[in-house]
């Protein structure tokens, strides 16, 4: 994409976040991401107003990383225990993360100090097509509003899905793809919401199914597995395919039993999103499967974000179809469709 046409793109969802004049944003960057975010999100911050500049950091040691784990890791960041960087982002008003805080302390800390962080990683396509919009902002806050209500979840499926999640102990989080108000994260594009179950709150069998997702394996699934979970953790991973056996290992490969903890659980909302949309861009990270709408998100890991203790690098995320989801009884997605 033309660089002029990025900026112009980046600037337009600036003002949905509402950065303005006098404000102080950063753009934090790092060896490996795009370069050509970080001078499109610095030229359009300043086109608005705000005061900006880059913070260029290092890549992550892949020493860092525990076990002979191939996948993308979430947790350790470029900032993990650079305090100096960290008081920096944190005097900020608003911060464009391209290097991935997504589920580290760093990123709570920030947030706590009342900077909003917009998360941009996906290829230049996928921001220009699946654009936020204030009705899918408007569908994921009535969910929201549903699931706070709410102290239990269930969720079944024809494929032998039937699980079941107490509510309560942490809050709903919603992604509508733009940030405008203090202490607030988000990820440009996506349209979903979720919670996290009570601690030893999750009991039942998840099957992921032939089609299904599974990130950050980013691959559509050949054959099924079965995820057996006793009391918030996946005790065992069913399945005799190719699928099951990389989960298997991959999991294992962080040496950590959290990995195997019941993470955040949701639907996505956006008509418009597509689900098969990593035959076409396999550099992205996941986020249209994760916003189809109908599509029921199972994940594994942390909960930092959420206000608990559980610090994982290890995190999955399995949107699946065909699903229905019920709170208290009622359900919120129909086989593979929301319920108005």
């Keep these: 994409m033309q660089q002029d046409k990025l900026v112009s793109l980046f600037q337009a969802e600036f003002e949905r976040c509402k950065v303005r004049k006098g404000e102080n944003a950063i753009v934090l960057s790092g060896e490996s ?3 050509e975010y970080a001078r ?12 900006v500049f880059e913070m260029r950091t290092p890549s992550v040691r892949r020493e860092a990383v525990p ?5 993308t890791i979430v947790g350790l960041t470029p900032i993990s225990g650079n305090k100096l960087a960290v008081d920096t982002l944190k005097q900020a ?5 391209l290097v991935l805080l997504l589920h580290s302390p760093e990123q709570v800390e920030i947030l706590s100090a009342g900077t909003r962080i917009l998360m941009v990683v996906e290829p230049p396509e996928i921001l220009e097509r699946a654009k936020p919009t204030e009705e899918l902002r408007n569908l994921v806050e009535s969910g929201a509003e549903k699931l706070k209500r709410a102290k239990s979840l269930r969720i079944i499926s024809d494929a032998g899905t039937d699980v079941e999640m107490r509510l309560g102990q942490y809050p709903v989080m919603t992604q509508y ?14 349209s979903f919401l979720y919670t996290w179950p009570n601690e030893g709150g999750t009991n039942g069998r998840v099957v992921i199914s032939k089609g299904d997702f599974i990130w950050p394996l980013n691959r559509y699934l050949s054959d099924p597995i079965t995820l057996v979970i006793e009391d918030g953790y996946i005790r065992t991973i069913e399945g005799g395919g190719p699928d099951a056996q990389l989960l298997r290992e991959q999991m294992a490969s962080f040496k950590d039993p959290e990995a195997y903890a019941v993470s955040h659980i949701g639907w ?3 008509p418009h999103a597509k689900w098969d949309a990593l035959l076409t861009q396999p550099d992205s990270v996941g986020t249209e499967p994760r916003s189809f709408a109908g599509n029921v998100q199972f994940s594994t890991g942390p909960n930092l974000e959420a206000g608990g203790k559980r610090h994982t690098l290890a995190h999955f995320d399995m949107p699946m179809l065909g699903c229905t989801l019920m709170l208290d009884g009622e359900p919120v997605v129909h086989k593979g469709q929301l319920v108005s």
């Design 33 to 35: 991401g795009r370069a």
């Design 40 to 51: 499109a999100a610095t030229e359009a911050i300043r086109n608005l107003g705000a005061n």
């Design 67 to 71: 076990g002979d784990s191939k996948v």
């Design 93 to 97: 008003d608003f911060v464009v993360d």
């Design 177 to 190: 793809g733009f940030t405008d108000q203090p202490g607030r994260w988000d990820h440009w594009p996506t």
């Design 268 to 270: 996505g909302v956006d």
